[in-house]
Nanobody, 113 residues
Framework: QVQLVESGGGLVQPGGSLRLSCAPS????????MKWYRQAPGKQREWVAT???????YYPDSVKGRFTISRDNAKNMVYLQMNNLKPEDTAIYYC???????WGQGTQVTVSS
């Protein structure tokens, strides 16, 4: 079972930026599509971003234009660049490989002044 380790979360003021990282335990070439999700307290887990093996990217309207997902095959990493953060972006962010049913442990992002 592939392991995913997220990092990069923290406390940031509204309007600030963070970059989350996801490190898989296996080669990223075997992952094909990878996704980021988030879950705020008392809410359902919400899809945030997708990147395919062909580098197609997809976002929900709630983050489009502010978040960017990318993958670095040389470093075997997937990233989520988050700009212009809002308090409603506060959540635990999870990396996911749908084809493998794999989830990371999550990293906390808190947007507050």
């Amino acid at each position: 079972q592939v392991q995913l380790v997220e990092s990069g979360g923290g406390l940031v003021q509204p309007g600030g930026s963070l970059r989350l990282s996801c490190a898989p335990s296996e080669s990223i070439f075997s992952m094909n599509t990878m996704k980021w999700y988030r879950q705020a307290p008392g809410k359902q887990r919400e899809w945030v971003a997708t990147i395919t093996g062909g580098l197609g990217t997809y976002y929900p309207d709630s983050v489009k234009g502010r978040f960017t997902i990318s993958r670095d095959n040389a470093k075997n990493m997937v990233y989520l660049q988050m700009n212009n953060l809002k308090p409603e972006d506060t959540a635990i962010y999870y990396c996911n490989v749908p084809a493998r049913g794999a989830w990371g442990q999550g990293t906390q992002v808190t947007v507050s002044s």
